[in-house]
C-alpha cells in the first residue's frame, strides 16, 4: 500500500520551509523558529542584516582599537562579545515581534480576501436566484393574467347567453299570465305566476352575477343621471318589502325629513338600497327595521338601515362587503336561499356613486346598522 503523501505546511506552521530563502531552501528546514512565518528571499532576511551590521561594527572597532593603542586588549575583546550577545538578544526579540507582525498582517488581508470572495460569490448566487425566482413570478402572473381574463370573457359571455333566454320566457310568461294564448284555469294560473316569479328570481340572480363580472374587470357599469329623488326610491322600496314584513310581523318605517335629490343611476342606486333594507327584513325576526334619511356634517346625504335582527359578530365586519358567496352560519340557519352576493354588489355600486358604505352591530342578536353616504346632487 502506497505511503500517503505528506501534507504541504503553510506558513505559520511549525516546520515550514520559506522556498524563497537559499538558506532554508537548502538546509530543508526552517534556520530559525522565527523562519516559519517569513517568505522574504536571503538577501532581505533581516537576521543576515543584523549580521552583516554586527560584523561591521565589531570590524570597526577592533581596527579602531588597534590603530590607536597599537593591539586589541582583552577586555575590548569581552566588552565586543557582552554588546554582540546584548544587541542580539533585543534585535532578535524586536525582530521576532517584527515578523509575527507582518504574519498576523497578511493571514488577516488573505481571510479578509477569502471573506470578500466568498461574500461576493454568495451576492452572486442570491441574485441569480432572485433573478430565476422573479421570471419565475412574472410568468406566473402573466399565466394567472391571461386566465383571469378568459375567465371574466368567459362568465360574461355565458352570463349573456343566459339572460336572452331569460327574458323571452319572461315574455312567454307575461303572454300566458295576461290571457293572449286563451284562458287559463286557476290552478294553471297559480302555476304560471309561480314560475313567472321563479324567472324573475333567475333573471336578477344572472344581472347580479354579470355586474359583479364588469365591477371585477373594471368596465363601467354606472350611467349617472341628475335629479334622483332617494324619498320616492325608498318609498317604493319599502312599498315592495311591507308584505313581507306584515307576514313576519316586524315592522318597516321611513324617516326623512325632506325630500333629497342625489345624481345616481336610479335603476343601480334602488337595486344597491333593496339589497340592504332586503336583508334587514330577511334577517330580523321579530322587533323591526327603521330607515332614516339626513344630511351628515359634510352636507352628504346619509341614509340608515336600523333593525333589531340577527347582529353581526365583530370579526366579521371588516370583511363583510368584500366577500363573494360567504355567508355566516347564523344567517344561513335564518335564510337557507341567499345567494352572498347582496352586500358586494351593493358596496361596489355605492363606490361606484363616489359614495362609502359601512355597517355596524354590537354583536349577536344586538341587531345592524347599516349606513350609506352619498354626494347631494
Excluded at 549580521?51 to 597599537?70: E, K, N, W
Excluded at 349617472?224 to 312599498?239: A, E, K, Q, W
Excluded at 330580523?284 to 347582529?311: A, M, Q, Y
Aim: hydrophobic share 40%.
Amino acid at each position: 500500500m502506497a505511503n500517503p503523501s505528506p501534507k504541504i505546511k503553510k506558513l505559520g506552521d511549525a516546520g515550514y520551509v520559506n522556498q524563497n530563502c537559499w538558506l532554508a531552501r537548502n538546509l530543508n528546514y526552517p534556520p530559525t523558529k522565527h523562519c516559519q512565518y517569513c517568505q522574504l528571499k536571503l538577501r532581505n532576511c533581516l537576521f543576515e542584516r543584523y549580521m552583516i551590521v554586527t560584523l561591521v561594527l565589531v570590524c570597526f572597532i577592533v581596527i579602531a582599537s588597534y590603530i590607536i593603542d597599537g593591539s586589541v586588549s582583552r577586555s575590548l575583546i569581552f566588552a565586543i562579545f557582552a554588546i554582540f550577545i546584548t544587541y542580539g538578544y533585543f534585535f532578535d526579540r524586536s525582530t521576532q515581534k517584527m515578523i509575527e507582525a507582518n504574519f498576523e498582517e497578511k493571514k488577516a488581508k488573505d481571510a479578509f480576501k477569502d471573506l470578500n470572495s466568498d461574500l461576493q460569490q454568495k451576492v452572486d448566487d442570491q441574485t441569480k436566484d432572485i433573478k430565476k425566482a422573479f421570471e419565475l413570478e412574472k410568468g406566473a402572473k402573466e399565466e394567472l393574467e391571461s386566465l383571469s381574463q378568459s375567465k371574466d370573457q368567459f362568465l360574461m359571455t355565458i352570463q349573456h347567453h343566459l339572460r336572452t333566454p331569460l327574458t323571452v320566457m319572461k315574455g312567454c310568461v307575461e303572454m300566458l299570465a295576461e290571457g293572449e294564448c286563451g284562458k287559463q284555469s286557476k290552478k294553471t294560473a297559480e302555476v304560471i305566476s309561480r314560475f313567472g316569479k321563479s324567472t324573475d328570481k333567475l333573471i336578477k340572480m344572472v344581472n347580479e352575477f354579470l355586474d359583479i363580472t364588469q365591477f371585477q374587470v373594471g368596465k363601467q357599469v354606472i350611467a349617472l343621471r341628475p335629479g334622483v329623488n332617494i324619498n320616492i326610491m325608498l318609498s317604493d322600496i319599502l312599498d315592495e318589502l311591507n308584505p313581507e314584513a306584515i307576514r313576519k310581523g316586524i315592522y318597516l318605517q321611513l324617516n326623512s325629513p325632506s325630500n333629497f335629490n342625489v345624481k345616481a343611476d336610479a335603476e343601480k342606486l334602488k337595486a344597491a338600497l333593496y339589497n340592504i333594507i332586503d336583508n334587514a327584513v330577511k334577517y330580523t325576526p321579530t322587533g323591526g327595521v327603521k330607515i332614516k334619511v339626513r344630511l351628515n356634517n359634510s352636507s352628504d346625504l346619509l341614509i340608515i338601515s336600523e333593525d333589531t335582527g340577527i347582529g353581526i359578530k365583530k370579526e366579521i365586519l371588516n370583511n363583510l362587503f368584500s366577500q363573494i358567496f360567504e355567508r355566516s352560519d347564523q344567517a344561513k340557519n335564518v335564510f337557507a336561499t341567499g345567494r352572498g352576493m347582496g352586500l358586494y354588489i351593493s358596496s361596489q355600486i355605492i363606490r361606484a356613486h363616489g359614495g362609502k358604505i359601512w355597517a355596524e352591530s354590537e354583536g349577536e342578536g344586538k341587531g345592524s346598522r347599516f349606513f350609506i353616504e352619498l354626494p347631494m346632487d
